[in-house]
Every structure is written in structure tokens, then in C-alpha cells.
């Protein structure tokens, strides 16, 4: 028995609870009353994995059909994994200890780049091919794939039978009982994908082949097997009715975000140049005050958990959020219930908005300035004044606040030495002001954090086009900003440009980039997102040997008229409008938030609605 290998190993390894399922909340079913088995598999640690909101909605909503059956599936940690391959333990499911290769869909749900090369791994331990060509034409064993990563797949093209585009509510039980059908009448796989191939949000990379020009870009697209030249994303238009589940399961073990978490809001209204969520996730839609309280206080009552995380982009643009915070407050404060809030903008913190935080949040507050000049904030979109930044801190310091947590990007387009330096004045600036206010926190010294992110052009933002910076280039930029700091009340953290270079290189990428991500996974990489196992020479060996240039994808410039790896799928964001938007950036021009103006980016249109109605 399976169960039997696992239980004889679990004490040889750390945290053991991660490997043997059972916890409170999981769904056991009656593997001869199911008739559809789904493998949900997250490819990072259970840590990670069991903190995912999506794969708690996705789970709980496909075990509400009684012959459907989704597990959970993590990638195991390097002590377990060599245990199993040792003693021929096949990657398995949770809930019914059985292997994964058994399963009519093994799922993952794809959030970071960085963890390509884990579903090769994860796949290669549960015994299943890791290319989607050598797995057959018998209908099981369909590898599947969502998540923010799948707006641009082509990477992981070789290795996927089906992406899924967009949000999962609906198109992940259209499928299954697709399947379900096509089961029935004995039809095979390939069958399957050309009628799975024409559910809206159904990208089946098989039918598409791509064409290169001596140049490397894109030549053409063709589309073969009668799908779809366009394949449009799915989401849900009423948020408010949305299904969210009454239960979470509970991890015997302390995970990453060990709470509850209440989704309170989809997309983003303010368009910062940057950010791919605010654009893919698009158009903006909340949940109302009581239905964000009732799930509150459902999932509370129903795990037991004495926190509660508000879920969004950005929860301080809910329209509701003064009375949404009081009346959860309210409950929190009367039960004991700790309530998270997450990253804050400075253009709508007030007074009021910060006495309700202060009786949830004793610490610092986080907040996002992106540039550290006025100009470089107005190339990316960000809205925010200097003005406001100030208020910010002086409304947290008059409010008995003495931390302040300020989140920048390094080698954004345009980006001088000047804004660099600008960060470090603008933090100066902070301390001054701190000490400025007569009615500052007494006995307490001023804390400034910087913390920079090296700047990841992503598809789908009007910066899909920009190149990123090369490492000398950054490696520049992080000696200069250390030694424009003057203070020692402000502490500087930055990462690894290497990480950064790779991820931009899966992010841009092209199908040709599949070899090299199964070769450099073959090398040895795998949790290339963990600083201590992330083996960049590995990957650039890779590279060298499958003939790709980093810098092709890295480095340079992508052309407006060129051929994107994703311009045939649609997160309903118009290829013109980002244009658009990345020509106004080199102008330094702003452009208004969606709720001031609509900016034109298509998204109504496809909705059949306006955004705000």
C-alpha cells in the first residue's frame, strides 16, 4: 500500500504533516461514485501552496459536484522527494493518498515564472511524461494549466495539453463535463482538445504552430484542426454572486498565510504601466459590504482561524471601504479576530481610514511609490504626488506610527541616476519630516524601509514592449543607491538582478524557449524562485546549448508591429491601447484611473457593458 511507503518515511523528513493529507476541512469522496478525478497541483511547497485563495475557490466549488472529485497535489520538498525516488513512491494526491498519473486531469495553477521547471519535476515524479507528445492518445492524463502565467504559455507550450485563460469559475466545470461526456462515448484525446478547443477560455497549444524569420521574431501564426484564431479569456461578470466557499481546509501545519482570506475585489481601476494583474484581471468589480462580511464570518466560524486577510489589488479603492472596514471591525474586535489589510495607497489614506487600521495593525505601514522622482511616477502611471506621499507619512506619524515601509522599482523605463538618487532623498525627506511633528510617537526612532525590485517588463502592460536592464546596468544603479543613502535610519533592500533577468526571459518568451526549460531542469534546476536552490549558470548553459540568446528576449526592444508569442489571446486589454499608453510613458504623460475617466482600453466593449454602471 502506498499509504503504508508514505507513513514508514514521514518522521525522516521536516515538517511531515505537508505529505499525509487529512487535515480539518478536507473532502474525502467515494472513489466508485466519481466519475471525473481532478488533480489540483500547486508547483512549490505546501507552505506556498495551501495559502493560494484560487485553489481554495477552485477546490471547494469542483467538489460541490458530487461525481467530481479535486485533490491537492504540492511539489515535495528535497528530503521527501529523494525518499520517493528512492523507494519508488509516485507523486500522489492528498485526500486519497492515490498517485496522480490515475487522475483524468492533473491541474496546475501557475503563479510565478520561476516555477517552470517544478511541474517537469512534479510531473517526471508521478510518472508522466513531461512532453504533452509522448503522452498518448488514450482520454486521461490531461495536463492543464491557469494562473496568471498562462497569459503568455508558450514556454510551457511543449509540456500542456489545455490552458485555461481567465478566471476559473465557470470554464473549469465546462470542461470536465466535457470530458465527462466524451468519456462516456469512448472518444480519445485528440478528440477531446478539438471540442475542449472551442470553450471560450480554452487555449489548446497543439493546434497552433508558430514560424520564425531569420531575424528570430515571429513570422506568422497558423492555426490548424478548426480552432479558433483568437482564443479570449473567461471571467465572471457578476462578482457579487460569484461562488466562494464556506469552508477552507486547515493545515496541521504553520503555512505561509495561515488565515482566512475574503476576496473583496477583482481587477484594478488605476492602470500603473507596470503592473500585469491590474491589466489581465481587468474590468473592476466588487463584492458589497455584506456579502464581504457574511463570507467573513462564515469562513471564521467554520475553521476557526483568529485571522482575516481582505484580498485585492488594491481593497482601499473599494467604493465601500469606510463602512466594509467599521462593520468587519465590528466583528472582528467582539470575537478577537485579527484583521490584515493589505499594501495601502497614499493617494486615499485619510485620518479615518488610518484609525480603523490602527485598531487592526500595530506595526508599520506599506505603501507603493514605484519612482523616486515626480517624473519617473508620471512615466509609469503612478498617480501618486510627492505631496501626497508626505501627507501620508506625517497623517502615520501624527497617528502614533514611527515605521514606514516604501516599495520602489529599479531600471524602469526612462530611469536616470537622478531617480535613483531620488529615492534615498525621498526617504531623507520622510526622517525629516518625522522630526518636524511636535505630536510624533515620543521615545520612538524613525524606521525607513526601502526595498527595490528590479523592474520585469511583463505581456499584457503597455511595457510588454520595453527591454529590461541589463546587469550591469542594475548592478550600477543598486552601488548607487546605497551610497546616496546618508542615514542609517534607512535600511536598503534589493534583489537579485539574475532572478529578474530570468524571469523576464519566461515571461517574453516564445515556444522555442521549451527545450531549454526541460534541459535546464534535467541540469538540475528546480524551485528556481528559492535563493538558496536557484542555479542561474545552470540555466544560461541551458540557453547556450538549445542556441536561444538570453538577451533576445531580456534585452532588447519588441517592435509595435511585431508578432507577440501571445497577440492570439485576448485578456480583452487592446494591443492598440497599450501602444498607446507606452507611448504617452515616454512623454511623461499620466493617465486618469478608470473610475475619473475610461481610458479606452477595450475591456467594456468586450464586457458588453460599461465598467462602472
Not at 194 to 223: C, N, Q
Not at 312 to 322: A, F, K, M, N, R
Not at 439 to 451: F, L, M, N, T, Y
Not at 565 to 573: A, I, K, N, S, T
Request: aromatic share 12%.
Amino acid at each position: 500500500m502506498l499509504k503504508d511507503k508514505i507513513e514508514k518515511h514521514l518522521l525522516e523528513v521536516q515538517k511531515p504533516s505537508r505529505y499525509i493529507g487529512g487535515e480539518v476541512g478536507s473532502i474525502i469522496k467515494d472513489k466508485s461514485k466519481v466519475d471525473v478525478r481532478f488533480a489540483f497541483c500547486f508547483p512549490d511547497t505546501y507552505d506556498i501552496g495551501m495559502s493560494h485563495l484560487g485553489m481554495k475557490i477552485l477546490y471547494s466549488l469542483t467538489n460541490e459536484r458530487e461525481n467530481y472529485w479535486c485533490e491537492r497535489c504540492f511539489a515535495p520538498g528535497e528530503d521527501f522527494e529523494a525518499i520517493m525516488r528512492e523507494n519508488d513512491i509516485p507523486l500522489y494526491a492528498l485526500e486519497s493518498l492515490d498517485p496522480i498519473k490515475e487522475f483524468d486531469f492533473i491541474g496546475f495553477t501557475m503563479q510565478y515564472e520561476l516555477s517552470y521547471t517544478n511541474v517537469l519535476n512534479m510531473l517526471d515524479l508521478a510518472g508522466i511524461p513531461v512532453f504533452a507528445s509522448e503522452r498518448g492518445d488514450e482520454l486521461t492524463q490531461i495536463v492543464v494549466a491557469g494562473g496568471p502565467c498562462v497569459c503568455n504559455p508558450e514556454p510551457l507550450a511543449d509540456f500542456f495539453d489545455i490552458f485555461i485563460l481567465g478566471e476559473g469559475e465557470e470554464v473549469n466545470l465546462e470542461l470536465m463535463d466535457l470530458y465527462w461526456e466524451m468519456k462516456q462515448q469512448g472518444a480519445g484525446k485528440t478528440e477531446f482538445l478539438r471540442r475542449a478547443a472551442h470553450i471560450e477560455g480554452i487555449y489548446v497549444p497543439r493546434f497552433y504552430k508558430f514560424s520564425y524569420k531569420p531575424d528570430g521574431t515571429i513570422e506568422k501564426l497558423e492555426v490548424t484542426d478548426g480552432a479558433p484564431e483568437i482564443i479570449h479569456k473567461r471571467i465572471i461578470k457578476d462578482f457579487d454572486k460569484v461562488y466562494y466557499p464556506e469552508n477552507f481546509v486547515v493545515p496541521f501545519t504553520e503555512i505561509v498565510h495561515d488565515r482566512v482570506s475574503v476576496e473583496v475585489l477583482r481587477g484594478c481601476i488605476r492602470g500603473c504601466r507596470f503592473c500585469q494583474a491590474g491589466f489581465i484581471y481587468r474590468p473592476f468589480r466588487e463584492k458589497h459590504t455584506d456579502t464581504i462580511c457574511r463570507e467573513t464570518k462564515c469562513l471564521c466560524e467554520n475553521t476557526g482561524y483568529d485571522e482575516v486577510s481582505l484580498a485585492s489589488l488594491s481593497t482601499s479603492d473599494h467604493s465601500e471601504i469606510d463602512p466594509m472596514l467599521t462593520e468587519l471591525i465590528n466583528y472582528t474586535a467582539d470575537e478577537k479576530i485579527n484583521l490584515s489589510l493589505p499594501s495601502l495607497r497614499v493617494d486615499n489614506f485619510s485620518e479615518s481610514l488610518l484609525e480603523k487600521i490602527k485598531k487592526v495593525r500595530k506595526s508599520g505601514l506599506t505603501f507603493a511609490a514605484e519612482g523616486g522622482t515626480q517624473r519617473l511616477r508620471d512615466v509609469i502611471n503612478k498617480n501618486v504626488s510627492e505631496e501626497e506621499i508626505m501627507n501620508t507619512c506625517k497623517i502615520a506619524f501624527q497617528g502614533g506610527y514611527a515605521a514606514v515601509k516604501l516599495y520602489f522599482m529599479m531600471g524602469l523605463p526612462t530611469e536616470t541616476d537622478e531617480d535613483i538618487v531620488g529615492i534615498a532623498e525621498l526617504a531623507q525627506r520622510i526622517i525629516d519630516l518625522f522630526y518636524s511633528i511636535e505630536d510624533r510617537p515620543k521615545g520612538k526612532g524613525v524606521q525607513v524601509s526601502i526595498s527595490c525590485a528590479t523592474f520585469v517588463p511583463k505581456p499584457f502592460t503597455p511595457f510588454e514592449f520595453e527591454p529590461q536592464d541589463t546587469r550591469e546596468m542594475i548592478e550600477h544603479k543598486q552601488k548607487l543607491l546605497l551610497d546616496s543613502v546618508k542615514s542609517r535610519k534607512v535600511k536598503v533592500s534589493y534583489h537579485d538582478p539574475d532572478v529578474s533577468m530570468l524571469e523576464v526571459i519566461l515571461a517574453k518568451g516564445d515556444r522555442r524557449l521549451c527545450r531549454s526549460i526541460y534541459t535546464a531542469w534535467k541540469k538540475g534546476c528546480k524551485f528556481d524562485s528559492w535563493e538558496e536552490h536557484f542555479k542561474f549558470p545552470l540555466w544560461l548553459e541551458a540557453f547556450e546549448e538549445c542556441g536561444i540568446d538570453p538577451s533576445f528576449y531580456a534585452n532588447r526592444r519588441f517592435e509595435y508591429d511585431e508578432i507577440l508569442p501571445w497577440d492570439h489571446l485576448d485578456y480583452f486589454v487592446t494591443k492598440s491601447f497599450l501602444i498607446r499608453e507606452n507611448k504617452t510613458a515616454h512623454e511623461s504623460r499620466t493617465t486618469p484611473n478608470c473610475r475619473q475617466r475610461c481610458s479606452g482600453c477595450g475591456v467594456n466593449k468586450k464586457v458588453g457593458r460599461e465598467c462602472f454602471c
